[in-house]
């Protein structure tokens, strides 16, 4: 049996597994982060200096910083600390900056 699931790596608990709590709420983050996706700034490059908890960014091809090696993922905030998805076929998100729809397709971002 896979450990999480196939499209948001959702962890899922182990029947014999101690601390189900942690594995749980490492869960709601990963929803929190994914779900009704929208973000600061698409083709991020630069960490921000003070994050807001919850902020969100889609990432350029070579980011810096915290986001090194992180290049075409989402970097999310949350807990004090960056965590990273990458973003799959279909995917919508709404970019706050130009007030744009997108939508992941094999080319790329595309405005909706």
């Known amino acids: 049996m896979a450990e999480q699931t196939a499209h948001l790596a959702l962890p899922y608990?182990?029947?014999?597994?101690?601390?189900?709590?942690?594995?749980?709420?490492?869960?709601?983050?990963?929803?929190?982060?994914?779900?009704?996706?929208?973000?600061?700034?698409?083709?991020?490059?630069?960490?921000?200096?003070?994050?807001?908890?919850?902020?969100?960014?889609?990432?350029?091809?070579s980011p810096t910083g915290d986001w090194a090696g992180q290049g075409g993922d989402l970097a999310v905030y949350a807990d004090g600390a960056w965590w990273f998805a990458t973003p799959e076929i279909g995917w919508i998100v709404f970019d706050k900056a130009s007030e744009t729809l997108l939508v992941l397709k094999a080319a790329g971002w595309t405005s909706v």
Not at 40 to 53: C, I, K, L, Q
């Open 13 to 61: 608990l182990a029947p014999s597994q101690a601390q189900k709590h942690v594995t749980y709420n490492e869960a709601l983050r990963r929803l929190d982060g994914l779900v009704q996706l929208a973000v600061e700034a698409v083709d991020a490059v630069t960490p921000p200096g003070a994050p807001v908890e919850g902020e969100r960014h889609l990432l350029g091809l």
